[in-house]
């Protein structure tokens, strides 16, 4: 396989919601490709944050589908497409925890490379409320209006105002509803990425580990997207040397050839500490 397979081509970035403002220069810097963004293809119809349309598998299997859609939709051979999650860790179940993926095809060489970014550096919220006073105190609370918020009667109905970013229309949407209910509004963040910088924040992140997954070649058949698929787990205890539940090595493989390798730590830790221990620290 040629040393740049990206470089010089044509990449369709699928997007409906501006993610070309964190992802079109990573791409075209580091990967040399030429970036066009989908004009008119609605990426909305594979699932929305608001409800309005569940999305169709998880989080990977969405985002091929709107990904592979929209290359056939516009014939293009290269592309990458994003989906994003909001949910929590099992140990952590209050803390939100906002993750993007970001997935390259490539057609041509039969590749598809992911790249991810996870952060509890999330604003998704939402609550009802009784007063403009309170609508506007949760609105201000994550972030508004830099971060756009949804109005609607309750959480799971279908009619709602997204989209809101000004103060004027914040109140204008949330006394309309409380007129025509008469009882309390359900004001939650906008998650879109145009709505939300704290996610085109972690969109960037995530666009910048599949370049450098895209930029990672296997050691025996040269293909890109040698990146790592599982860890082992197993780091040694400094103080006993009996093995914990951190991490001590990332496996990569090949997607074409299927060679695998054991590789270090990244931050080159070699033993772990001993309140990491659960026979030091039980």
Known sequence: MKEDIF???????????????????????????NVVVSEDFDTDKFGTFSGEVKRDGNQLEAARKKLLSGMKHYGA??????????GSLPNNPLM??????????????????????????????????????????FAERIGFPLHGVILRKTK???????????????EKYF????TWYRKKVYIETDLRAHMNPKRMTAIGKATSDLV??????????????????????????????????????????CQKCAFTKLTDRPDALLKADAGDCAHCNP
């Open 212 to 253: 450098k997954n895209s930029l990672s070649k296997c050691e025996k058949c040269f293909s890109p997207g040698f990146s790592a698929v599982d860890v082992k787990k197993g780091l040694v205890c400094q103080l006993c040397d009996l093995p914990t539940d951190l991490i001590s090595k990332y496996i990569f493989k």
């Open 77 to 86: 051979t290269l592309g990458v497409g994003s989906e994003g999650s909001f």
């Open 7 to 33: 470089k010089g081509r044509t990449l369709l970035l699928v997007t409906k919601h501006g993610k070309e403002s964190v992802m079109k220069e990573i791409l075209e810097s580091e990967l040399g490709v």
């Open 96 to 137: 939100p925890l906002n993750t993007e993926l970001v997935v390259l095809i490539d057609q041509d060489n039969n590749i598809e490379i992911k790249g991810h970014h996870s952060t509890f550096n999330t604003n998704s919220s939402g609550e009802s409320v009784s007063s403009y006073e309170e609508a506007l105190e």
């Open 156 to 170: 799971d109905d279908k009619k709602m105002y997204k989209g809101i970013i000004s103060y004027d229309d914040l």
């Open 175 to 178: 006394r309309q509803l409380q």
